[in-house]
């Protein structure tokens, strides 16, 4: 649901706010219908497009395709340390700002492994992590403020950019054993001793949306611990740091090119990919509650780890059809008209300066859509000029 606002916009406080301008109207979570065949709001359709891995390399530099973590079927008892040091809430943002667009190395893994794509046949590209935020804003479960800026490119191709307060954390905040598990659990490919992430890009059908998404993918599952490995690093020995591929000029200068491409790896079977949990081994696990996160990045496999403060005791492996529940598909449809709302918003405008989606808990419900932000690096006009036509 949609509704005008002309009253007098209140002084914008707080990052979250920075730079954007006039209210144009706000959102509200649509009535949810009294029955919803999960088939009519089911991912359909879903095709790996792209995916690059981030290296700790010290200029921005990224393998295409990459590879994920291979998990390594370790079987517990094993004790493993809490998680420390720095770690990553945004890796793309982390890696890319203040210079670059976090989105410019999705378009960049785009243009290589799939420089016939059509753009126009995408309602929406977006990261994982907005279609959760805005999943948990229309159940009623969002926790955090949280921000989005949207942008138009082509004739009706949206856009929507991840935005973090912080794209790193560490410190004395209290961790978990997350990033510790995957360490203990996965083993790092040959060849890719300097990678810090695996990327994927999908496209596929979001009831009657056409989507492109990108989200982080913690392992795969090869079969045996060897199985694969040698086709998939082959030739590993004459890798080379490269320039990127060569694109249409505009004549400007490029913020591609400050990104560095290794091309080696394989794009791994979806069916391959695992998600990556650790919980309490007391009480039961919330499948409902990680469900979303496999649902909207297609990752058919699911792997929670059960501890006792670091002390792992069991490993249990669900399949995405295994966690499903009535509970868990929740929101969906709703979430669905909310993407509609958004995209028909940005395509009436046109090309320009785009809208920002903020969702402060003090709104009570609503999401504000403003004048987009202004400021900050945009999406390299090279990686984007055979889409904007």
């Known amino acids: 649901m ?22 144009i109207r706000t959102l509200e979570v649509p009535e949810a219908k009294s029955s919803v065949d999960f088939n009519e709001v089911a991912i359909s359709d879903l095709q790996p497009v792209a995916s690059y891995n981030w290296t700790s390399a010290r200029s921005p530099t990224i393998i295409i395709p990459g590879c994920p973590m291979v998990w390594t079927k370790k079987e517990p008892p094993f004790t493993i340390p809490r998680d420390s040091g720095v770690s990553y809430i945004d890796q793309n943002a982390a890696r890319c700002l203040p210079l670059m667009n976090p989105l410019n190395p999705l378009f960049l893994a785009l243009n290589v492994m799939a420089p016939e794509f059509d753009m126009a046949s995408v309602d929406l590209v977006t990261d994982r992590n907005n279609l959760r935020k805005l999943h948990r804003w229309v159940t009623n479960s969002a926790d955090k403020d949280f921000r989005i800026d949207v942008q138009l490119i082509g004739r009706e191709t949206v856009v929507l950019r991840r935005w973090e307060m912080h794209n790193t954390e560490g410190g004395n905040k209290s961790r ?4 510790s598990f995957e360490r203990e659990t996965t083993s790092v490919p040959p060849g890719f001793e300097g990678s810090t992430s695996h990327h994927r890009i999908v496209r596929y059908s979001f009831g009657s949306l056409r989507i492109l998404c990108r989200f982080e993918a913690d392992a795969c599952d090869l079969g045996s611990p060897s199985d694969g490995l040698e086709e998939l690093v082959g030739g590993f020995s004459q890798i080379k740091v490269s320039a990127p591929p060569k694109l249409p000029s505009t004549g400007g200068p490029t913020k591609a090119s400050k990104i560095r491409v290794v091309r080696a790896g394989q794009l791994v079977p979806q069916s391959s990919l695992m998600e990556l949990k650790t919980r309490s081994a007391k009480g039961n696990v919330r499948w409902k509650d990680i469900w979303p996160q496999a649902f909207f990045s297609g990752t058919p496999t699911v792997v929670v780890g059960r501890h006792e403060e670091g002390n792992f005791v069991s490993i249990e492996r669900k399949s995405f059809e295994g966690m499903y529940s009535e509970q868990a598909g929740v929101g969906l449809e709703q979430l669905i008209q909310v993407l509609k709302d958004i995209r ?9 300066r785009g809208v920002t989606l903020i969702c402060e808990r003090s709104q009570r419900g609503r999401i504000e859509v403003r004048e987009g932000a202004v400021g900050g690096p945009a999406i390299s006009s090279e990686l984007l000029a055979k889409y904007q036509s």
């Open 2 to 23: 949609m509704s005008s606002s002309r009253t007098r916009p209140r002084r914008l406080r707080g990052a979250i706010r920075s730079g954007v301008g006039e209210l």
């Open 176 to 179: 978990g054993y997350g990033h």
């Open 344 to 352: 028909d918003i940005v395509v009436s405008r046109g090309k320009g």
